[in-house]
């Protein structure tokens, strides 16, 4: 297992940025996948983007891709998630979590370490 916390969320104006960080204890951060998830209040909680262990494959949710940008420095067991051009839609607590190779990066209940979450608002 791998422990997971989330930092960096906060109140920023609509066309604002804010960076991610999703930083880890535990076993070897180099040996999981990482993705960020959001979960808006009366929603469910949805996929947002995911990097594999080695940082070669990215995965995008459609609605954030071109504003959001995942990247890790496993030297330092941190993933980031940079995000442009916020919109009033994103607010949301955004989860990042952690998985083995194998994960299911789209499915909430495919990961095995989730991070507590950190509130992003953006106003309009």
């Known amino acids: 297992q791998v422990q997971l916390v989330e930092s960096g969320g906060g109140l920023v104006q609509a066309g604002g940025s804010l960076r991610l960080s999703c930083a880890a204890s535990?076993?070897?951060?180099?040996?999981?996948?990482v993705g960020w998830f959001r979960q808006a209040p009366g929603k469910e909680r949805e996929f947002v983007e995911a990097?594999?262990?080695?940082?070669?494959?990215?995965y995008y949710a459609d609605s954030v891709k071109g504003r959001f940008t995942i990247s890790r420095e496993n030297a330092k067991n941190t993933v980031y998630l940079q995000m442009n051009s916020l919109k009033p839609e994103d607010t949301a607590v955004y989860y990042c979590?952690?998985?083995?190779?194998?994960?299911?990066?789209?499915?909430?209940?495919?990961?095995?370490?989730w991070g507590q979450g950190t509130q992003v608002t953006v106003s309009s």
């Open positions: 535990g076993r070897s951060f180099s040996d999981f996948h």
């Open positions: 979590a952690a998985g083995l190779v194998g994960t299911a990066v789209g499915s909430t209940t495919s990961w095995s370490s």
């Open positions: 990097i594999s262990w080695n940082g070669v494959t990215k």
